[in-house]
């Protein structure tokens, strides 16, 4: 168990092994001609990638009419947090924010709760027909979205809701409706990462549960899922940016302005004729943060969890 | 392909996993008693209610949906397969809008998903600030598609974009965005950006996991690096390899929010998931039709999704 357990996020460098970390060090003190260009590429291209990101970081903190005189790819005349201030307050993104937190946490939650318990039932409880259940997941979430969009408008504006869970008193146009379609349709991607993942895990342990007369439920939970945690940790990441960044499900079964999450409220910042892409350009800047954190924060334990999610071979 | 290719913990659980016999797993399932059953079917109910009212209900629907011309409020009149003949040839989007799907999709895998692995590739050897790289290379895929359009709007724009600037056409820009022939080119790097991201994330996990010893095997047979990297490290990745390949012809076929943040994809952006939602969505409610539209994508999906399984079954099999 312990031998299972050191594999969590906090030391997945020790991973490659004696050999591999001892090669690596002696590679990276001889500094060869060869590695120079190595790290001249890398960094240009690097750069390359993240120059987008700054310039929008770099036009939200200017004037519009500094960037409408001299593009924005100039010196600055002034840089302010203007914008910023302005985004929030009048754009009232906390709202926006909330609508999005309301919708993804939950989400990811049961996401995670139920897509672990039907991987464990697939892959430690050998049911019969848990190949079928298997695909039927799997398959479900490679389905274009698109396919979906009529039937669940008509499906969600048909079936009613007391006024106290959803004030359309539908499922269309409520977040349960939303959290409801992002677990159904995520599912599929996590129940086939973890049912790999779980497969790995020695029967012995398990085993060990059963003969101490422990009930399905308490394997599950108390053997099982604390063994799967770095997966876990890794489609945590994964489910909440996606959930965080989606736009179509919003786009198409909500219809209130005040519950849009933030990616579609970003669209509220266009004027009709008018749009100031520097005031866009902070807008984007703040929703981008929170993913960017989440990645940033759990980046050891996202790589260590899809390494062992992944090479089930 | 060989048994648990040795990421981390693998190591010690392969030792640990002995062949499963059947007559251990036949004793598992007859130790279910009643309060398991009932824990079994509730959970696992729910999740097979939810993914069949919600997932799979819709899409035959979908597909019954399309062979009608239902609006949203007339009633469903069968019309066979009208809706089909008229998406080939009275519909000139459909055209542009497969061109540019399968566009999308050639510039993915040749161009982004290639560019991916190679920078998994060389991040992969321990070398310095490869936090940092690695950080910068997965940035845009935390991005929202929508963000990622409008940034494109900052790089691109005709007259105050960095691009022009950058190239020095500031007296005679490229409307990057606007001309229906290269802006889909344009959209396209953008998302390739996205992509390559995503790809070398996958593949540095998939390289980790690669046992060092059939390097060095290969490596003491006299092979060069690059050889051994097609002959021996490729091959052996093959389930990542196989990931790979159907999150790229997914991420083609969806393709959606990125034009959509732009200009709605019209204009020389259309696109088949684009043009199902205007109709559907938009106001005129072609609803038979736009199921239509939502089946020929669903079908080429369906190609790759089988495809998919079959290694998943293979797998599984083992």
């Known amino acids: ?45 690097a750069l390359g990638w993240l120059a987008p990101v700054l310039l929008a970081v770099y036009a939200s903190l200017r004037p519009y009419a500094d960037t409408a005189a001299h593009g924005y790819l100039s010196w600055p005349e002034r840089l302010t947090f203007d914008y910023y201030i302005q985004v929030w307050q009048d754009a009232e993104l906390p709202r926006y924010f909330f609508n999005t937190l309301i919708v993804t946490v939950p989400a ?41 969009i009529t039937p669940l408008y008509v499906l969600y504006n048909k079936l009613p809701l007391p006024w106290w869970i959803s004030d359309s008193m539908s499922l269309y146009d409520s977040y349960l409706g939303l959290i409801a379609i992002h677990v159904a349709f995520q599912l599929g991607f996590c129940v086939f990462v973890l049912a790999n993942y779980m497969r790995q895990i020695p029967t012995e342990i398990t085993e060990a549960a059963l003969v101490d007369g422990a009930g399905l439920w308490k394997r599950y939970l108390t053997v099982t899922l604390p063994l799967a945690r770095p997966a876990l940790a890794a489609l945590a990441t994964l489910e909440f940016t996606w959930i965080y960044n989606d736009f179509l499900w919003a786009l198409v079964l909500m219809s209130s302005g005040d519950k849009l999450p933030i990616t579609s409220a970003l669209n509220n910042l266009r004027g009709q004729f008018f749009t100031d892409y520097n005031l866009l350009a902070a807008g984007a800047v703040l929703v981008a943060l929170p993913t960017i954190i989440v990645f940033n924060l759990l980046q050891k334990q996202f790589i260590a969890g899809l390494t062992l999610g992944a090479n089930k071979g | ?65 399309s062979f009608t011309d239902w609006n949203g409020i007339s009633d469903l009149r069968w019309v066979g397969t009208e ?38 590739v060389l991040l992969d050897r321990e070398i310095r600030f490869t936090r940092f790289y690695q950080s910068a290379f997965y940035l845009p895929v935390v991005l929202s598609l929508a963000i990622v359009g409008f940034i494109a709007q900052l790089v691109y724009a005709r007259d105050y974009g960095a691009l022009n600037a950058l190239l020095g056409r500031e007296n005679n820009p490229i409307d990057w965005l606007g001309d229906p022939d290269i802006n889909i080119w344009a959209v396209l790097g953008a998302a390739g950006w996205r992509h390559v991201g995503y790809v070398m994330i996958l593949y540095l996990a998939g390289l980790k996991a690669v ?5 060095e095997a290969a490596a003491i047979d006299g092979a060069s690096e690059v050889q051994t990297f097609f002959r021996v490290t490729l091959p052996t990745m093959r389930p990542i390899n196989i990931i790979v390949l159907v999150i790229t012809v997914i991420e083609g076929l969806r393709a959606f929010d990125i034009v959509y943040a732009i200009n709605n994809g019209r204009n020389g952006l259309e696109l088949l998931s684009v043009l199902v939602t205007e109709n559907i969505v938009g106001e005129a409610s072609r609803i038979g039709f736009g199921s239509a539209l939502a089946v020929i994508l669903l079908v080429i999906a369906l190609g790759f999704i089988v495809t998919y399984l079959v290694q998943i079954l293979r797998e599984d099999r083992r």
């Not at chain 2, 048994?3 to 981390?8: F, G, K, R, S």
């Not at chain 2, 542009?96 to 998994?120: E, I, K, Q, S, Y």
């Open chain 1, 1 to 45: 168990m312990t031998a299972v357990t050191s594999t969590s996020p906090a030391t997945p460098p020790s991973t490659t092994g004696a050999s591999g970390v001892s090669s690596a060090q002696r590679r990276k003190r001889r500094i060869t001609p060869a590695r120079i260009a190595l790290h001249i590429v890398l960094m240009t291209a």
């Open chain 2, 83 to 120: 809706n089909y003949q008229d998406i080939v040839s009275t519909y000139p989007p459909f055209q542009r809008a497969v061109r540019n799907n399968v566009l999308w999709l050639a510039f993915l895998a040749l161009v982004a998903t290639p560019l991916g692995l190679l920078f998994a």
């Open chain 1, 108 to 148: 990811v939650i049961i996401i995670l709760f139920l897509a672990s318990f039907v991987a464990y039932a697939i892959a430690r409880v050998r049911l019969p027909g848990a190949r079928v259940l298997l695909v039927l997941f799997t398959a479900g979430n490679l389905l274009p979205p698109q396919v979906l």
């Open chain 2, 211 to 215: 046992d060092p010893s059939l390097k």
């Open chain 2, 1 to 65: 392909m060989t048994t648990t290719p040795l990421a981390p913990s693998a190591g010690a659980t392969t030792s640990s996993d002995g062949p499963p016999s059947g007559s251990r797993r036949a004793r598992r399932v007859r130790r279910l008693g009643p309060r398991d059953i009932t824990v079994l079917a509730v959970l696992l109910g729910a999740a097979l209610v939810l993914d069949l009212a919600l997932v799979w209900g819709p899409t035959v629907a979908s597909i019954t949906l």
